[in-house]
């Protein structure tokens, strides 16, 4: 079935045969029509998610029970309230970290900040206590209690005490840090952890990510992490394979999680042995082939990371990657399962540094999920946190004490008092990203949209899928001007739902053959039952 979008830039009175491809606003376009071509289809979507580390493991621990649940609400939420708003988001997918153990370290990890230290289910001596992480615990519960469908677990370093040098950061790029006996036991450890959460909370892990971004050192001490070269990496996959089976456990592998998608489909001299991924474990032709397992997802996984300015650049980027995974392994699929903002440029001014709970940032970042997802064909889109206690662009939601911008320099009392206790608050950039994760539900396909007439206007990126009864539009207005979208005929009602300056992933009503305001520097979705 074919949809047409009849797309009106509308400029006071005034209208022009076309729009700039350079993005100028000084004109509009009359009769600029997107066509929405159901039967054009790409990629089935699979979620839209966010990872609990680290902050989730005092929140959820120590904060009220009231301020822990409208969190929760937030990310997780379908509920709306009596006039149509959504009340959250409606992630599809959680990501579970499981620690390795810095946090029983404690000062002997070398991590002086005690927000990334991580407790372990295992001891040394072998034995498990599944009483903690309770935290990240009761996130989980709140999470599966809301409905969300997937549940990833994910690590990012050995147990210390499997570990080369009795840490959970890395020795550089000396190798993977675990002794040269310890794989099967970290792959058993892993398993025995997403078994216990399937057997005893009726939790199912349906994916482990089981190496993060291995082109790095990760021998600073600010977080839990470790190099990988390909060869660890292939080494880890076939372990936690045999012990998936061995333990009857009904969990996919994710590979991947390539510090920067350049490492996915190039070769970098820089991070030897660990680029080239593509090739070296899905082409069927590389020297680490995980093809035949059964037990890895048919899926690629990268980080978006250092890839999204100049805007050029970040298309070209997406478009090798698609192209690669096109012509090394045909029907391989790719996540997008981390990101968050940290590349200084004119439109992030200062990077990752000082948040940014407005729209500047929320436009920003909607711009890369929707490359992501239009050129690189993403079928699951994450970001890094959900929750940020920092004066840093890298949480959804922020915590703080109702007077600061979160953690700075020297704080160490805000830094305490937030483990107990504090204040949150949402950013535009959680609604932004709702516009997709609420409406974009797992299972629904992309399809085509595209300019029916071969006019176009820059500012506006659209999307559609069709699926679950529905059919989804998401319009990014980067431009500072307003927009009005004809809605065709008037046969289909569209409900609208806008993040604004002004709004909050708010309902605006209906709108047909009227047509429908697109704000300047805004996200719509515009939703239509079949």
Sequence with gaps: MNRLFYILPFLSLLACASVSDTGAEGGGTAGLVYRIDAGNTYQT??????????????????????????????????????EGNPLGIGLSMWRFNIGSGSYEQGDASGITNTWTRVE???????????????????FLDAARERGVENFLAFTIAPPWFMSLNGKTTSQGKEGMNIRPDQYDDYARFLVTVMKHFADEKGIRFGYVSPVNEPQWDWNTPRQEGTFAANGDCYELIRALNDEITRQRLDTKIVFGEAGAIKYLYGVDPGVPNTDNQIYEFFSGRGDYSILGMKNVLPCVSGHSYWSTWPVSDMISQRRKLRECIDRMSPGLGYWQTEYCVMENNAETKGGGAHRDLGMDIALYVARVIHYDITVAQASSWQWWTALSPYDYKDGLIYLDDGKSNGIGSGDAGLDASLKLDGEARTSKLLWALGNFS?????????????????????????????GDGRSVAVVINLGTQDRTIGLGDGTEEYRIYETSATADLTYRGKAGKAGVRIPARSVVTLVADR
């Design 120 to 138: 372990c289910f295992l001891s040394p001596d072998g034995s498990y206590d599944f009483s903690k992480q309770a935290g990240q615990q009761w």
């Design 45 to 82: 979507m699979h979620s839209f998610g966010a990872s609990d580390a680290w902050r989730a493991q005092y929140v959820g621990l120590n904060w009220p029970e009231e301020k822990k649940n409208r969190i929760a609400d937030w990310l997780f939420g379908m509920q709306t309230d009596e």
């Design 438 to 466: 609420r409406f974009v539900r797992p299972g629904m396909v992309r399809v085509e949209i595209a300019s029916a007439t071969g006019v176009v206007d820059p500012n506006l990126l659209l999307s559609a899928y069709e």
